[in-house]
């Protein structure tokens, strides 16, 4: 059973700065991509940002230039740095992997349980 496991989130004034992580429970045999995705009251969720295979990343126009996303292989980890939030970022920020988790099973797309960011203004 994969499970993905997201922290970092939490309350932060406007123009300030947090870091989500997210770490696997395993190491994949192959992964298409690694993402962050939101989803506001009312809203749908999106997608803020995520690193494709090879490693070309792909940003909502919104947060380009103040998020970045990374990614750590060797831990499994994908990171979310979020520099100069904005009331409008408050959200449930998850993190998603398209991944095989073996050489032998199909592609799963699996979800985190979600981390709260709150910005004020």
């Known amino acids: 059973q994969v499970q993905l496991v997201e922290s970092g989130g939490g309350l932060v004034q406007a123009g300030g700065s947090l870091r989500l992580s997210c770490a696997a429970s395993l190491r994949f045999f192959s992964i298409n991509a690694m993402g962050w995705y939101r989803q506001a009251p009312g809203k749908q969720r999106e997608l803020v940002a995520r690193i494709i295979g090879g490693g070309s990343t792909d940003y909502a126009d919104s947060v380009k230039g103040r998020f970045t996303i990374s990614r750590d292989n060797a831990n499994n980890r994908v990171y979310l740095q979020m520099n100069s939030l904005k009331p409008e970022n408050t959200a449930v920020y998850y993190c998603?992997?398209?991944?095989?988790?073996?050489?032998?099973?199909?592609?799963?797309?699996?979800w985190g349980q979600g981390t709260q960011v709150t910005v004020s203004s």
């Open positions: 998603n992997v398209a991944a095989k988790a073996t050489s032998s099973s199909y592609t799963g797309n699996y």
